[in-house]
């Protein structure tokens, strides 16, 4: 059983990507638990947080080290991720030292209503991720643009080829996150 969270970049409560983020896990292969890495309530990160951590960002932390590998389903915001999702990944870098993310294996997609689904968004996610360490995956890359007859009223996938490709961004993502993870061998 490998323990993959995922992260929704968005903290809209009507989330396209949380769409997404559910239609990947419900695709994944077999022997996955997945988690929801909850980051609304973390304050905007500064420096003088890091010599007494609050008890929010500790947790936030300790849900990162909880699990084997991330998904990280983000919105695009001006070309970029939003700012929510940046100051979370603030948190996880510090304090120095112990950075969340080194060595953890992520996946990245992402879906907007813009033509480009959320490409520049993820290069940018993709740039961050390399400076703090996270082994990325490459391949399939999921830039979804939304629509809405897409995905049906009960959370499935309705559309073939975009069910194709969330599945196999699934099965990527899963095996990506067991190349990663260290066997434990008894002594
Ligand atoms: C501040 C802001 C900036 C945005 N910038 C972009 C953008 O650069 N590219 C894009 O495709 N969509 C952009 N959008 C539209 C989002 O893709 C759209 O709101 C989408 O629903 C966000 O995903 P979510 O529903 O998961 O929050 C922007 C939206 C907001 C609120």
Same mark, same amino acid.
């Given at each position: 059983?490998?323990?993959?969270?995922?992260?929704?970049?968005?903290?809209?409560? /009507?989330?396209?990507? /949380?769409?997404?983020?559910? =239609?990947?896990? /419900?695709? !994944? $292969?077999?022997?996955? @638990? #997945?988690?929801?890495? @909850?980051?609304?309530?973390?304050?905007?990160?500064?420096?003088?947080?890091?010599?007494?951590? $609050?008890?929010?960002?500790?947790? %936030?932390?300790?849900? *990162?080290?909880?699990?084997?590998?991330?998904?990280i389903?983000t919105? @695009?915001? *001006?070309r970029s991720i $939003?700012?929510?999702l940046k +100051?979370?990944l603030? %948190?996880?870098s510090?304090? %120095?030292?112990? +950075?969340?993310f080194?060595?953890?294996?992520v996946?990245i =997609?992402?879906?907007?209503?813009?033509?480009?689904?959320?490409a520049a968004a993820q290069q940018h996610l993709r740039a961050i991720l390399g400076h703090m360490n996270a082994?990325t *995956?490459?391949?399939?890359?999921? &830039? *979804?643009? #939304?629509?809405?007859?897409? &995905?049906? $009223?009960?959370?499935?996938?309705?559309?073939? =080829?975009?069910?194709?490709?969330?599945? /196999? #961004?699934?099965? !990527?993502?899963?095996?990506?996150?067991?190349?990663?993870?260290?066997?434990?061998?008894?002594?």
């Amino acid at each position: 059983m490998v323990r993959i969270g995922y992260i929704v970049g968005s903290l809209s409560s /009507r989330s396209i990507n /949380r769409v997404v983020a559910h =239609a990947i896990t /419900r695709l !994944a $292969p077999p022997g996955v @638990e #997945f988690v929801e890495l @909850e980051y609304s309530q973390l304050p905007v990160y500064t420096p003088d947080a890091d010599s007494d951590y $609050p008890a929010v960002a500790r947790q %936030w932390k300790a849900d *990162l080290a909880s699990v084997d590998g991330v998904i990280i389903v983000t919105a @695009e915001y *001006l070309r970029s991720i $939003p700012g929510a999702l940046k +100051n979370a990944l603030d %948190w996880s870098s510090r304090p %120095w030292g112990t +950075n969340s993310f080194d060595g953890k294996p992520v996946a990245i =997609a992402g879906v907007s209503p813009g033509s480009i689904g959320t490409a520049a968004a993820q290069q940018h996610l993709r740039a961050i991720l390399g400076h703090m360490n996270a082994p990325t *995956l490459g391949q399939p890359e999921v &830039f *979804l643009r #939304f629509n809405a007859t897409d &995905f049906g $009223p009960d959370g499935r996938v309705a559309n073939p =080829a975009t069910e194709k490709l969330l599945s /196999r #961004f699934a099965e !990527a993502a899963v095996a990506h996150v067991r190349l990663h993870t260290p066997v434990t061998v008894d002594a």
